[in-house]
RNA sequence: GCUCCCAUAGUUUAAUGGCAAAAUAAAGCAAUGGUAAUGCUUAGAUCCAAGUUCGAUUCUCGGUGGGAGCACCA
């Protein structure tokens, strides 16, 4: 049989030869590293004979689909360990994830799999990968497999879903054998580098109405040294947990009376102050306007929106004076309110008007967290209404917008495009289709590359969101730029045009932070709390060696700081410079100024940056140079 | 909302069916300092409700709140 290398290199092989052979054939070292391969671009195991002329591709240890597989295979290991201290248990689905992977379990009946009880698990994981067993591969029918799988209705159900005729593998290790497409390691000796996260329950294919199973995650790597960095980045994560340094730096609490009601406390008021004065200055120049619509309103509105129908169980709602009113979810009822104020011409389009404006929704008790999800937040919003023809422009410069603004907080990201719904959705295909092209195009014209997410756009129109990647490699949505094909018609709305005939504007939704509380939990963990000084609530700590000789200078440089709106605080407490200094650095407070005679001589100060040794001593004056020209531009 | 886990000073943690321990923060006193913790003193807590019990912070049950996820996220 011919095989073609990805090199586009083609060698004669026997019929018959696994992918194994042909590495080993090649170089011991590089069949070494192989984990599977694709035949024909179908994923393939290792020892499975290739019959006739293919190409192959061997995916290596270093490749995100290796670590996969080797997840997946892994996920193969628990289910086995947990077959043999369970013996009824039945599985569901135990796929790879992001970082790791994990299965769903029903231990049997009346058992309960708790934390405590993953050690035992991985313990006897460990045995079975001692017993360094291979995987085998095998291939039956459905009717087979149903009965194979007789004893567990889960995998039964999966079958059953399945089309007739099709053929069905299986993945056996030791004494044990799952439902599974593959592709899978050779040998659990390979998965010896694990650990079970934690466990907590899953529906039954992802459906409420279902049972529930007990879904237990764990990670696997190749090597030692892969796994201990990732736990080192799960303990970073939870040191950097914004609920936790939210408490700590005091910038923000939830009280019990108010879940997922956030108070800002005066550090995180003032982080947030920023940002606000931030977003105000840069939609100044981008020539937008700015309004506040009212926090609630009457229940009529919100019928001709079409939110009292589709979202009413998530409204807060309240009956005044017979009357019965929502409290917002959304922003763009009011400002279609203001829109339809009054008469707009051609000649004004686009009209930009932003609003930061405070919804509420009620969210699931079970779904609040931290400032991620909370039940009243402050979207950074604002809509825009233009002419078709001026799609393109307008959504190209709020991508570059988007570009600028993102880039101050040093967060990656890329675009990703969401078309038309299979069903539900209103208004024609051509419109959509010509909608989609319009912010694929925007896209283009400023050449940023997008990917597309067919069929997940909002049933009134496309949507471009931005994906954004936090300094610990996770990812959060924020940014979205909606088009809205449906409030312009609900609302009536209307723009004069050069004939003085009425026609129809193109409404965008847009929001850059998205929730202003959200993002404000995303940058507290992005910076593990040691915020930029033009964002810092206290951004110099000045800190006299001794009360009473240098306070009277220390004072005299806090009103010269001020006087240049630099956020400071005077440490006059009576402890020690050592121990003022100590704090000022768990506060993570950019700068810290010592104050002795030393300073008060020469007329000078001595300044130490958060998370920096050395120290260094500059006149007044050029201090405030400094730091103020570090916080007009913004960090950068 | 659902499954599992959790609830002790402001915070972080300890202990117990019979006076609840410490660190840190706070307050007071002393020490007057040069780049990550000066010493001493004081004050401060068992989430709420019911039950079992002579006695409950501890056990049981309900509630509330929190955590890990699932479902949801216009």
């Not at 708790?114 to 459905?142: C, G, H, P, Y």
């Not at 009620?362 to 023809?389: K, P």
């Not at 809205?484 to 409404?507: A, C, H, Q």
């Not at 700590?541 to 006087?563: G, S």
Request: proline share 3%; with cysteine.
């Amino acid at each position: 049989m011919k095989i073609t290398f990805i090199d586009g290199s083609i060698k004669e092989y026997n019929d018959g030869m696994s992918s194994l052979d042909i590495a080993n054939s090649i170089s011991p070292s590089l069949a070494k590293k192989a984990v599977f391969s694709k035949v024909n671009g179908e994923n393939f195991d290792l020892d499975r004979p290739i019959l006739n002329d293919a190409s192959l591709e061997l995916i290596l240890r270093d490749s995100e689909e290796a670590l996969e597989a080797l997840n997946h295979s892994c996920s193969h290991l628990m289910a086995s360990a947990i077959k043999r201290l369970y013996p009824n248990a039945m599985f569901g689905v135990g796929p790879a994830i992001e970082e790791g992977f994990y299965y769903d379990v029903n231990p049997g009946e009346g058992i309960k799999i708790t934390e405590a009880d993953l050690i035992k698990i991985e313990n006897e994981m460990k045995k079975i990968v001692s017993e360094n067993v291979e995987f085998k591969r095998q291939e039956l029918s459905k009717e087979a497999a149903l009965d194979f799988f007789s004893y567990d209705k889960y995998k039964q159900e999966i079958i059953n879903d399945l089309e007739d005729g099709v053929i069905i593998s299986t993945y056996t290790h030791g004494d044990f054998t799952d439902l599974c497409r593959g592709p899978h390691v050779m040998s659990t000796k390979l998965l010896k580098h694990f650990k079970l996260l934690n466990i907590s329950g899953a529906y039954w294919r992802g459906d409420s109405k279902n049972e529930q199973l007990q879904r237990i995650y764990g990670t696997c790597f190749f090597t030692e040294e892969d796994l201990k960095r990732h736990l080192e980045i799960l303990k970073e994560r939870a040191e950097k947990d914004h609920r936790k340094l939210g408490r700590e730096l005091e910038l923000f609490m939830i009280s019990e009376y108010g879940p997922g009601f956030p108070f800002w406390l005066p550090n995180g008021m003032t982080l947030r102050k920023q940002l606000e004065d931030y977003w105000y200055k840069v939609h100044r120049r981008e020539n937008y306007q700015f309004i506040q619509t009212p926090i609630m309103l009457n229940k009529d509105l919100w019928e001709v929106s079409g939110h009292w129908k589709n979202y009413r169980d998530n409204m807060y709602t309240s009956e005044i004076d017979k009357h019965e009113f929502a409290i917002k979810p959304m922003n763009c009822p009011g400002g279609l309110l203001v829109y339809k104020h009054s008469l707009h011409s051609y000649k004004d389009l686009p009209i930009r008007v932003g609003e930061l404006g405070l919804v509420h929704r009620h969210e699931a008790s079970g779904a609040l967290n931290g400032l991620f999800r909370v039940r009243n937040f402050t979207q950074d919003d604002a809509h825009i209404y233009m002419r078709e023809d001026q799609i393109i422009e307008e959504v190209g410069n709020l991508i570059r917008l988007f570009d600028e603004i993102y880039s101050v907080f040093n967060l990656k990201y890329h675009i990703e495009l969401s078309t038309r719904p299979l069903d539900k959705y209103i208004g024609s295909v051509e419109v959509w289709d010509k909608s989609e092209k319009a912010l694929a195009d925007a896209c283009e014209s400023v050449g940023k590359s997008y990917k597309v997410n067919p069929g997940d756009g909002a049933f009134y129109g496309p949507k471009l969101d931005f994906k954004l990647r936090d300094s610990m490699n996770r990812i959060w949505q924020c940014g979205t730029i909606q088009l809205d094909m449906n409030l312009p018609v609900r609302f009536d709305i209307s723009y004069i045009d050069e004939n003085g005939e009425k026609k129809r504007p193109v409404m965008l939704h847009r929001a850059i932070y998205g929730s202003l509380e959200r993002f404000i939990g995303i940058l507290i963990e992005h910076y593990g709390g040691a915020f930029p000084t033009w964002l810092a609530p206290v951004q110099v700590k000045l800190i006299p060696v001794n009360n009473q000789y240098h306070l009277d200078y220390v004072e005299k440089i806090k009103e010269l700081l001020l006087d240049e709106d630099i956020r400071v605080e005077v440490d006059s407490r009576e402890e020690k410079l050592g121990y003022k200094i100590r704090e000022a650095q768990t506060k993570k407070i950019p700068y810290q100024l010592v104050i002795g005679d030393n300073e008060v001589k020469n007329n000078q100060l001595t300044f130490r940056q958060y998370g920096k040794q050395e120290s260094t001593t500059v006149s007044i004056e050029q201090f405030v140079m400094m730091i103020k020209s570090e916080i007009k531009n913004l960090g950068k």
